[in-house]
Nanobody, 121 residues
Framework: QVQLVESGGGLVQAGGSLRLSCAVSGSTFSTMAVGWYRQAPGKQRELVASISSGGSTNYVDSVKGRFTISRDNAKKTVYLQMNSLKPEDTAVYYC???????????????WGQGTQVTVSS
């Protein structure tokens, strides 16, 4: 069974950077599409960035130019580099396996614990 575990969150000042990691167990990583989602208090969960098995990427408009999603197939890990962080980026961030990196609602598996990102002003 494939498992995805998030890490790398923390407290950072506005304008700072963090890099999140999504470690994946299982032998199918190289064929997987993976997305980073976030949920802020009182808000719906949203897809922030996604990456296909071939490395194609998508981003929500609010993070374009600031966040970069990447994957290391040898390490079975997907990263989310977050620069120029803003207080509105504060949320719990989750990674999920996707059926297609362009369809946010077609997911495989279940939600994990996530990793908290807090950006202070």
């Amino acid at each position: 069974q494939v498992q995805l575990v998030e890490s790398g969150g923390g407290l950072v000042q506005a304008g700072g950077s963090l890099r999140l990691s999504c470690a994946v167990s299982g032998s199918t990583f190289s064929t997987m599409a993976v997305g980073w989602y976030r949920q802020a208090p009182g808000k719906q969960r949203e897809l922030v960035a996604s990456i296909s098995s071939g490395g194609s990427t998508n981003y929500v408009d609010s993070v374009k130019g600031r966040f970069t999603i990447s994957r290391d197939n040898a390490k079975k890990t997907v990263y989310l580099q977050m620069n120029s962080l803003k207080p509105e980026d504060t949320a719990v961030y989750y990674c999920r396996q996707m059926l297609s990196h362009t369809i946010p609602t077609l997911l495989i598996g279940s939600w994990g614990q996530g990793t908290q990102v807090t950006v202070s002003s």
